[in-house]
């Protein structure tokens, strides 16, 4: 069975700083990892996503590498904004699912940037 | 639609009444899941439909929730006799193929049974 755990579980830093968010995953047969953001009260918005043959997918600030063979990503958001306060999710697409049985999810890292 | 949309937004009901949740995917997305958030917990995939294929439905909860979705189309996730334990966020998510495609998900039902 696929666990995925997200370390810290929150975290609080002052604007401006560089930080990392860390994934990891028991069952590292999967054919991708994603990257959520989650507002209070909202859905998921769609960050990053790493295909089980890549190394490193970029957007804007956003920076997340993936490492299969010991099941870890981490999502590294560089000059951190207010505006990047939400609660981050990683999820894996397990290959024994054949793609039908969903994303597994991790609990998240709720993110707070202090202005 | 730009996105995947979800109805409604809130639903307060009494334990006991039935409930249904509407979702429209992406317009071309051919795969569709059901996801929930209880509070303070990771999200518990529900269901998937492919296409017009019947959907594995082993992932529900119990026998009051029951699921169906029109073509490729508009999906609905309805639950019978609500108990306070339904209570959570209902998320549906669309995607070109299946888990192997981007996950695009809608803003989410939250259902509190009373």
């Known amino acids: 069975k696929q666990e995925v755990t997200q370390i810290p579980a929150a975290l609080s830093v002052p604007e401006g700083e560089n930080l990392v968010l860390n994934c990891s995953f028991t069952d590292s047969a999967i054919y991708n990892l994603q990257w959520f953001r989650q507002d209070p009260g909202k859905g998921l918005t769609s960050l990053l996503l790493i295909q089980s043959s890549q190394r490193e997918q970029t957007s804007g600030r956003l920076n997340a590498s993936l490492d299969k063979s010991s099941g870890r990503s981490t999502l590294y958001i560089a000059a951190s904004q207010p505006g990047d306060s939400a609660t981050y999710l990683c999820a894996v697409s397990r290959i024994s699912g054949g793609g039908a049985d969903g994303l597994t999810f991790g609990k998240g890292t709720h993110l707070i940037i202090q202005p | 639609g730009a996105g995947v949309s979800q109805s409604p937004s809130n639903k307060v009901t009494e334990k006991g009444k039935d409930v249904e949740l509407r979702c429209d995917p992406i317009?071309?997305?051919?795969?569709l899941y059901w996801y929930r958030q209880r509070l303070g917990q990771g999200l518990e995939f529900l269901i998937y439909?492919?296409?017009?294929?019947?959907?594995?439905k082993s992932g529900l909860p119990s026998d009051r929730f029951s699921a169906e979705r029109t073509g490729e189309s508009v999906s609905t996730l309805t639950i019978q006799r609500t108990q306070q334990e339904d209570s959570a966020v209902y998320l549906c998510?669309?995607?070109?193929?299946?888990?192997?495609?981007?996950?695009?998900f809608g803003q989410g039902t939250r259902l509190t049974v009373v």
């Open positions: 998510a669309s995607s070109l193929v299946d888990t192997r495609t981007e996950a695009f």
């Open positions: 439909f492919q296409g017009n294929s019947a959907p594995d």
């Open positions: 317009s071309g997305h051919t795969a």
